[in-house]
């Protein structure tokens, strides 16, 4: 098997013209250069004595730094975004697929709207879902917010990016392939598990990490459906853009979590990848 | 073939979307309303009589720096103290706006609120703030005058709060690039000013009293008495000022640090500005000053107000007593950058010129400072006559003018 | 187990059911509720006095919106700056896509994937300040990087709202497309460019029709979270505001209002989703 495709990569590698592959290695060293400039800025903005992040930086300074590190207010932001972020990436993939297939496999009144209804929370300024949603919670349900209401106002606009990505490989997939495996005999829960699940993989793999990071960059939804003792990194961060004393620490807390984020987000990618078919049909 | 399929698919995605939404709207009529219609006074709410035991908590919604635990900086603590003496654990949401603030008491989930001027009128006949029984607290007493019993923190002589400090809007301009230097708003208002492109203004609908404080000196036969007192007529007038003013305009600003930044690298010289941002930009090495021009101008001087639906009202005053108190408001004055509320607190800041630079105790300096207060439809300057713009118009107006 | 498997497998509308309950149950009872709540406010009033919303009927913030032109720019600037988002963040991710999924080694892939979504955790204000540092006119990093080479940064404006945009939500763009792609057939490739077809023949007949709902999938983040977004505009957007400032500032003091301006990008998204479905690219099989 591995052998196999190995032969079909260098096949490939054959077809696509010289010229084409340094035409689109180029293309992609241009986009990895707009994504990173932005962020070298941040790094180095850390160590920019100026707390109005103005260039170039006169003098460099490691104190941001240090009063990072005495800072105990972000260890404790960063902890509620990180419980909030998996928890509600959790509901939307369990959601968002099952959403996913039922408006991909089946035919039923309402199937239509569900998709402008799944991409509302987000097409919506913050102020609005936040709003309705506390409403939701405070007078529909009767709730007191907390980080149980973050974490299901994150869900709420997280179930789109799972959903979406979903549906695009569901109509790909077609059923042909669920189809031969209950001819083979398996009933639809190993079906599920066996085959169709895996060729999902990516792309739930995808969505959850995009749901993630759109759950762990959100602020206005929050302020409104987070209670009075929980603050996210993201709210954090707001406030001390506010604060004039050390605006620049924000810079020290998103370089860190650039570095440090790297390996999780490899290691899930291996994850998936190994527990996937693999194969290219 | 395909073409019947589509406008299948359309007249079913049409019934499906009427469906959901009479569905919607049905829902919605059987939800909970708002609060019943208007009434012409002020919302009857009960103030506390007596202090008793501490809840054990106390829920604030507060601007950023104003309830500082350490957790910031060490050496910046107001909260730790007070937590250990009462025993009422400090739970801070911080707001970033008037409006995120209002919108937040209206949950009712909090108990206390550091409201700015634009807002308080709001809370107090919206219902969702209470009277403030001031002989509860003792730190009141040492208050500056000037600030107790004002417009936008009392209502008929009924205290709704206790002032936390104040601050006045500035001219700030590039003393390296605006020649002469300028000692009237005049300078921001010239349709023929040579810095057009990079002048300032202050991003909210309560800059319409700005423009409208500049018609008190340049068009006094409209009859303007109180910037935030405004009837159609004058509150047009305004509106043209301000429509004036925008090609002049290169940023609006709402926080300091885009302002600041601004100012540093000369991409506005000229333009409202707070004191505090003046020190920032001074600091980095950037060529600036601030004044109160010749009208005078508007400011701003936030209050503690307790909600009406408070869970913890003891240690909700116990609260507002010790942000008061001249330690702490001491140290918020100077964390913050602004005028100490509590006239004992300048002999407590850490920089001893902190007072004089914020002119905390000088009286005569804030005689011509018009606080942000909130535009009511009865007109805030007594006038019977005539119906003032409330608020809510100001903002729409603003919008518009934005957009336009 | 296997029983639940056959009454499932022989009802299939109670395997519907089981699929569509816990997320419609949220979705349309408790969000949607909640939601309908707030835009019907767009049809009552405030009490000038107490700002509490009044109920009875009445279109007077609709025609208020629709008379001032004010309203009429920032809605066409803001569905401007959503097209032109969309449109950047494909044609920078559809190469970058392309060449992960196609071209780089296994190992260099999960690489790559991770070094696209990284930018995700540095979160959006810093990000958008940093946009700010680097365009900020005369002393900013573009100038100051490019400046010698005559280049002048766009300053802050409708442009620098759409490139910080586009910065953002480009891993929005990237990994749908990516996902899709991945799963591309390479034989089908092959055997493009063995019937004689030319590498941007098979790109545009073969590649791009096949990846469409990605695009599609792709397109919908990029367009919605530009057309409710504020905090950009806020931050880098100069003078102008996109139709969430609106909103922002219009919701507390005159929610009536503000839901009435918040009808737009609901319609805005019936429509685009109403284009979408008859463009087939969602088409059930």
């Known amino acids: 098997m591995d052998g196999a495709s190995h032969r079909r990569t260098s096949e490939f590698v054959m077809t696509i ?59 404790d932001a960063l902890k509620w975004s990180i419980i909030a972020g998996l928890s509600a990436t959790a509901i939307a993939l369990v959601l968002g697929t099952s959403l996913a297939f039922a408006v991909s496999r089946y035919n039923f009144f309402g199937r239509e709207v569900i998709s402008l209804l799944v991409v509302l929370p987000i097409s919506l300024p913050g102020v609005v879902t936040g709003i309705a949603l506390n409403n939701a919670f405070t007078k529909q349900l009767g709730m007191s917010t907390g980080l149980l209401t973050v974490v299901i106002g994150h869900a709420t606009f997280c179930i789109v990016v799972v959903y979406n990505n979903a549906v695009a490989r569901l109509r790909r997939m077609g059923t042909s392939l669920q189809e031969a495996s209950m001819d083979l005999g398996a009933n639809g829960f190993t079906t599920f598990r066996l085959v169709t699940l895996p060729n999902m993989a990516s792309a739930l793999l995808a969505g959850g990490l995009l749901a993630f990071g759109l759950s762990f960059d959100e602020i206005v939804v ?26 620049p620490i924000v810079n020290v807390v998103a370089a860190t979590l650039v570095f440090i984020s790297i390996v999780p987000i490899y290691l899930s990618q291996r994850l998936s990848s190994d527990s996937s078919s693999g194969g290219r049909f | 073939m395909i073409k019947m399929e589509v406008q299948m698919h359309n007249k079913r995605l049409f ?69 250990k003496e009462t025993g009422c654990k400090v739970n801070v949401k911080n707001g970033a706006t008037s409006d995120d603030m209002v919108a937040l008491m209206k949950t009712g989930e909090y108990d206390v609120v550091s409201a700015s001027g634009d807002a308080s009128l709001r809370l107090i006949y919206g219902g969702d703030v209470a009277p403030v029984n001031t002989d509860l607290i003792s730190n009141y007493a040492d208050i500056f005058e000037n600030l107790k019993q004002q417009q936008w923190n009392s209502v008929d002589g009924v205290s709704y709060g206790v002032p936390h400090g104040r601050g006045a809007n500035l001219l700030s301009y590039r003393t390296d690039i605006v020649k002469p230097a300028p000692t009237s708003w005049a300078s921001v208002f010239d349709v023929n000013s040579p810095y057009k492109g990079k002048i300032t203004a202050y991003d ?27 009837d159609q007529k004058q509150f047009d007038a305004a509106i043209e000022v301000l429509k004036a003013q925008k090609p002049l305009i290169g940023e609006y600003w709402g926080d300091y640090l885009k302002h600041v930044a601004s100012l540093k690298s000369g991409g506005t010289v000229l333009g409202t500005t707070w004191q505090v941002n003046i020190n920032l930009a001074k600091s980095e090495g950037t060529k600036v000053e601030g004044i109160k021009p010749v009208e005078g101008s508007t400011g701003w001087s936030d209050t503690w107000m307790i909600s009406s639906k408070a869970k913890n009202p003891n240690c909700a005053y116990m609260w507002m007593n010790h942000i008061a108190s001249p330690a702490a408001n001491a140290g918020v004055a100077e964390w913050f950058g602004e005028a100490p509320s509590n006239a004992k607190s300048c002999d407590l800041t850490a920089d001893k010129n902190h007072c004089a630079t914020f002119h905390a105790a000088d009286d005569a300096y804030w005689e011509d400072v018009y606080y942000w207060n909130t535009p009511t439809e009865t007109c805030l300057d007594g006038r019977t006559d005539v119906k003032c713009l409330p608020y809510a118009e100001w903002v729409k107006a603003w919008s518009s003018l934005r957009n336009s | 187990m296997q029983s639940i498997a056959n009454t499932m497998h022989k009802k299939p509308k109670l395997r519907l059911a089981a699929l569509l309950a816990a997320p419609i149950l949220w979705l349309v009872v408790a969000y949607l509720g909640a939601l309908a709540t707030l835009l019907v406010t767009a049809f009552f009033t405030i009490d000038s006095f107490t700002g509490n919303v009044v109920q009875s009927f009445n279109l007077g913030n609709f025609q208020d919106m629709l008379t001032d032109a004010a309203y009429k720019n920032v809605v066409l600037r803001t569905l401007g700056i959503a097209i032109s988002v969309t449109i950047i963040c494909t044609i920078l991710a559809i190469p970058m896509a392309f060449y992960m999924a196609k071209i780089a080694k296994p190992k260099s892939q999960k690489i790559l994937v991770a070094l696209i979504l990284t930018p995700l955790w540095a979160s959006y204000l810093v990000k958008i300040y940093a946009w700010r540092t680097m365009l900020e006119p005369g002393n900013g990093v573009l100038d100051w990087l490019l400046g010698p080479i005559g280049f002048n940064s766009p300053g802050f404006g409708g442009p620098a709202i759409i490139i910080g945009l586009s910065y953002l939500w480009l891993p929005y763009m990237i990994l749908p497309i990516y996902a899709g792609l991945e799963r591309l057939p390479n034989n089908l490739l092959d055997a493009s460019g063995d019937l004689g077809a030319h590498n941007w023949y098979t790109f545009r007949r073969v590649v791009l029709p096949l990846i469409f709902p990605s695009l599609v999938a792709g397109s919908m983040f990029t367009f919605s979270l530009s057309l409710g977004d504020y905090i950009t505009a806020t931050i880098i957007g100069g003078k102008l505001q996109m139709l969430g400032n609106v909103v922002y500032q219009n919701f507390s003091i005159n929610l009536p209002f503000a839901a009435t301006i918040a009808t737009i990008p609901v319609t805005i998204m019936a429509i685009y989703l109403w284009m979408v479905r008859r463009t087939g690219a969602l088409a059930s099989l």
Do not use: H
């Not at chain 1, 930086?57 to 730094?65: A, C, D, N, R, V």
């Not at chain 2, 569905?23 to 202090?51: F, K, Q, R, Y």
């Open chain 1, 222 to 247: 929050t302020t409104f459906t987070a209670g009075p003792g929980i603050q996210t990194l993201p709210i954090w961060i707001y406030n001390n853009l506010f604060r004039p004393n050390q605006t």
């Open chain 2, 15 to 83: 019934s499906q979307i009427a469906v959901a939404s009479v569905a919607a709207l049905i829902l919605a009529g059987c939800s909970s309303s708002n609060d019943a219609a208007s009434s012409s006074g002020v919302p009857d709410v009960p103030m506390m009589e007596t202090l008793g035991e501490g809840e054990g908590q106390v829920n604030l919604v507060a601007w950023a720096g104003y309830v500082e635990n350490g957790s910031t900086d060490k050496n910046v603590d107001w909260v730790t103290g007070f937590e």
């Open chain 1, 17 to 75: 013209s010289k010229n084409a592959r340094l035409l689109l290695a180029s293309l992609l060293g241009v986009g990895l250069a707009f994504i990173y400039v932005p962020l070298t800025v941040v790094v180095i903005n850390s160590f920019n004595s100026s707390r109005t992040f103005s260039w170039p930086p006169s003098e460099l300074t490691t104190k941001w730094w240090m009063m990072a590190l005495d800072n105990t207010g972000v260890r």
């Open chain 2, 204 to 230: 909210s609908p309560i800059y319409i009293a700005d423009a409208a404080l500049y018609l008190m000196a340049t068009q006094p036969d409209l009859g303007i008495k109180y910037p935030y007192a405004l």
